[in-house]
């Protein structure tokens, strides 16, 4: 993307300034004087492993989170107190990685939220609002449907309601938290366009991520940081992703992946079978099988029904149609605690929602699908417990290694460890690793795959999604290709590209993929 | 769309409230505190205060009470709500009385309440499940239909039971210390256990911290809500059966508002009403943290019109205090 005159520049004057910020949890120094200029006109980008201090940056800015220490003017005016509410006074305004929005209101109930035209409390009806609404569609350069409930959007459009909320408030500084991390390819270019059109209005965009690609694509300026400090604020275009990784790490590291497992031999019988596999919930003819010690891989574009696929083989939807054989034996009627006893476990794609007790122990956690294997009548012995969960967690490089903490208190690269951990601790034959590096820094990703690849090493059938095709392209030996909950071809990553597999995806539904 | 100030509160990594750890452990463990304050002020302000028969009394007296919000724990650390203890209840003491008066088989009339007590309570567990009403509105339901069901067996009158030996239950004593006492014990020691030490209480922590991630772990969460309820409902009989043996009699009012009564005394132990969080020993501790005050007030010879003020206020001070490390940064 093209940086726009006058990038940094110092004619220009920042329209917020940070002047040695430092912010502290409890003992830890989450900020440690921090310096920042953020210009009119720019996209300035953070980015950092998780827990380096980029999101809480962006919130302090934002006013979600207050400042220690330091300074923060706006417009050259040194700030006092600062919240949520005053930071939107100066055209501050914030959009959090969890939307805040209120699914049951409107699209336009949501962007006039907090600032609905009423007389005397009583709110005002009529065309005026539309003219208001259409108002904030121009600026904007996208529309959505004003009277759809939010509840039916996708995250993509629910993302661009967050946007238009903000534009309805005329904010001049847009801070955005990981705004692709649940966007599609597509969804993520789209995005882009909307933020360099925000950025040409003259408004600033700080964009929090760790998808290094997508920064040094849409940013015109990226800020470093590393445990809490800026390393450095650079031009984009002078940066690449091994030097933001070799600043955010503070070393280098190479962007590969870790050595896939040897191919498995063809005549080994599978321990997963799966075929003709319907179900309710958007699996329509799914067909595949996977081999002890053999990663499979699962492509599709999101909603294809790939995350569907792998709770139908689990048992968390029912099956209306086809049979999944594992082990040999048919494996009818699945749920999960039945698989789980015969040694089929599941990594869910959302750690929050689906995987994880927050405010329980890490202990816990990574015990529950397996407290029986502790007990004796009934009753868990905490010392076996404690052995076998904190053996696992040396495995995973838990950080920190110390599994009474309450789970919410770990980072999130830590978290999914713990949930992998959890999946493994039975010794399962087959693992559905669904998302398994959703949200997690460079260095935890890198951790977490060469776990993949050493599973599959010592036997273990893995079947593997993830929206990040090249996660699947770098480490399955073969992958289905998923659309409208079919599986319709089967390749070889080692002998394709990713571009080839997305023309193929997009196939005959193109138009539906470049639909807005 | 889960987007609330608790979802990104749990965003933080690594990282705790800026709170000193002392603080935390205070708030943490505020109804022994206030438990302990309560009873030093209550032993200097009389000195009729600290004597074993008055406190024996006050545990013999809240007996009932206790065990019903030691079950009821489950039902809240589980994600529930359980509004028809009161209604299990007085089924359970109307049902034991008439049984006693007709048959006089006082063991048999004794032995009914928690067995009806456990029916009533499995009924709600599979309504809850089966229908997948919500707790708070099934529990509410049932409630009604079970009060009727009291007024029903006895005509809406009072049956007095006069059988010999009816109420060595409730008024007899074993080593010196009332029976009732005894029985709290035993029960408190068991669900303490139950919830702390074995699968099935981790089950409901996870069902109630997070049902869909406790269901992905192969927790069989349906089941574990019916037998939180049938647990909830079986202390509700144990407990009826001690109260209309102390009383001996059965009447269908009998411990109108006692649900809510062990609700309030589980939230001030510091269980979460949101599920996921608690322990047994709390709502054991905050039901005797009420009784204290109510017992104060009695000894001392306050206005008992403001007895029902102050319980609130400490309630909500205590609940108050519980959201502090949650909201502040």
């Known amino acids: 993307m093209a940086a726009p005159a006058g990038t940094g520049a110092p004619n220009r004057r920042a329209v917020v300034e940070l002047r040695g910020v430092s912010k502290w949890f409890g003992g830890t120094h989450a ?36 400042r220690d220490g330091g300074a923060l003017a706006v417009d050259g005016a040194e700030v006092g107190r600062w919240d949520p509410v005053r930071a939107g006074r100066h055209g501050i305004a914030m959009i959090a990685q969890e939307l805040a929005l209120v699914p049951e209101l409107t699209v336009a109930q949501n962007v006039f939220l907090g600032r609905e035209r009423s007389l005397a409390g009583v709110l005002r009806r009529g065309h005026g609002n539309d003219a208001a609404f259409d108002a904030v569609c121009a600026l904007a350069g996208f529309r959505l449907p004003p009277r759809r409930r939010v509840a039916e959007l996708g995250i993509a459009d629910q993302q661009k309601v967050e946007i238009m909320r903000s534009l309805a408030r005329d904010a001049r500084v847009i801070v955005m938290d990981e705004p692709t991390s649940s966007l599609t390819a597509h969804e993520t270019e789209q995005l882009h366009r909307l933020i360099a059109a925000l950025r040409d209005q003259g408004r600033t965009v700080v964009y929090v991520s760790h998808f290094l690609d997508a920064v040094l694509d849409v940013a015109d300026r990226v800020s470093v940081m590393r445990d809490g400090a800026l390393v450095r604020t650079a031009n984009a275009a002078d940066e690449t992703k091994p030097s933001l990784i070799e600043g955010m790490l503070g070393r280098p590291l190479a962007v590969t992946f870790p050595e896939r497992p040897p191919p498995v031999d063809p005549s080994v019988p599978p321990i997963l079978e799966v075929a003709h596999l319907a179900t309710a919930d958007g699996v329509v003819d799914v067909s595949l099988s996977v081999r002890p010690g053999e990663i499979v891989g699962l492509l599709g574009l999101v909603g294809s029904g790939r995350s569907e696929i792998a709770r139908a083989i689990y048992g968390a939807d029912r099956i209306t149609g086809g049979t999944v054989t594992f082990d040999g034996t048919p494996h009818a009627r699945p749920r999960p605690h039945r698989s789980i006893a015969a040694g089929l476990a599941m990594v869910p794609e959302d750690r929050h929602g689906q995987g994880l007790v927050l405010e329980r122990p890490i202990r816990e956690n990574i015990a529950l699908a397996h ?52 999946a493994l601790l039975g010794d399962p034959a087959f ?80 138009h539906e993929g470049a639909a807005p | 769309m889960t987007s609330t100030a608790t979802a990104t509160s749990t965003e933080i990594p690594g990282r705790r409230a800026a709170f000193p750890r002392p603080l935390l452990l205070a708030k943490d463990y505020a109804v022994l505190i206030l438990l302990v304050v309560v009873t030093v002020y209550l032993s200097f302000a009389s000195s009729a205060f600290f004597t074993s028969d008055n406190l024996l009394n006050i545990l013999n007296q809240n007996a009932p009470l206790a065990i019903i919000a030691a079950a009821g724990t489950f039902v809240i650390v589980s994600g529930n709500f359980d509004l028809s203890t009161a209604s299990v209840f007085a089924v359970a003491s109307v049902s034991a009385a008439w049984l006693a008066s007709e048959t006089g088989d006082v063991a048999l009339a004794l032995a009914a309440a928690p067995v009806i007590g456990l029916a009533l309570g499995a009924v709600n567990g599979l309504v809850v499940t089966a229908l997948r009403i919500h707790s708070f509105l099934a529990t509410l339901a049932s409630s009604l239909v079970y009060s009727a069901l009291a007024v029903l067996i006895t005509g809406g009158a009072l049956i007095t039971v006069t059988a010999e030996g009816f109420t060595e239950l409730g008024r007899g004593e074993f080593l010196g210390v009332f029976i009732p006492v005894w029985v709290l014990a035993g029960v408190v020691a068991l669900l303490w256990f139950l919830l702390s030490g074995t699968v099935f209480g981790r089950h409901v922590f996870a069902t109630g911290g997070n049902a869909e991630a406790a269901e992905l772990s192969g927790v069989r969460v349906n089941r574990v809500k019916i037998l939180v309820f049938t647990l909830s409902g079986l202390a509700a009989g144990v407990a009826a059966a001690i109260a209309v043996s102390r009383i001996a009699s059965g009447q269908p009012q009998a411990g109108a508002g006692m649900e809510l009564q062990a609700i309030a005394a589980i939230i001030l132990g510091g269980t979460s009403i949101h599920g996921g969080v608690g322990a047994v020993w709390r709502s054991v501790a905050g039901v005797f943290l009420i009784a204290l005050i109510g017992n104060g007030f009695d000894i001392l010879d306050f206005n008992p019109q403001l007895k029902d003020l102050v319980t609130g206020v400490i309630i909500l001070a205590a609940v108050a205090l519980a959201a502090v490390g949650r909201t502040r940064r």
């Open chain 1, 371 to 422: 407290a029986t294997l502790f007990a004796t009548a009934g009753v868990i012995s905490r010392r076996r417990e404690r052995a076998a969960v904190n053996a696992l967690a040396e495995r995973l490089a838990l950080r920190p290694a110390r599994t009474e903490l309450t789970t919410s208190g770990f980072s999130g690269g830590n978290q999914q460890k713990a949930l992998i951990g959890k």
């Open chain 1, 431 to 510: 693992v559905i690793l669904d998302e398994p590096t959703r949200g997690v820094d460079v260095g935890a990703k890198y951790a977490i795959h060469e776990l993949v690849v050493a599973l599959a090493r010592q036997g273990v059938g893995i079947l593997l999604i993830s929206s990040e095709h090249e996660e699947v392209m770098g480490l399955a030996h073969r992958a289905h290709l998923v659309r409208d909950g079919r599986t319709f071809a089967e390749v070889v990553p080692e002998r394709t590209t990713v571009d080839r597999i997305l023309t193929a995806l997009f196939g005959a539904d193109q």
């Open chain 1, 31 to 66: 900020l440690d004087g921090v310096d920042l200029d953020l210009l009119p006109g720019e996209v300035h980008a953070l980015v950092g492993e998780n827990g380096a201090g980029k999101s809480t940056l962006g919130k302090i800015i934002a006013g979600v989170y207050q």
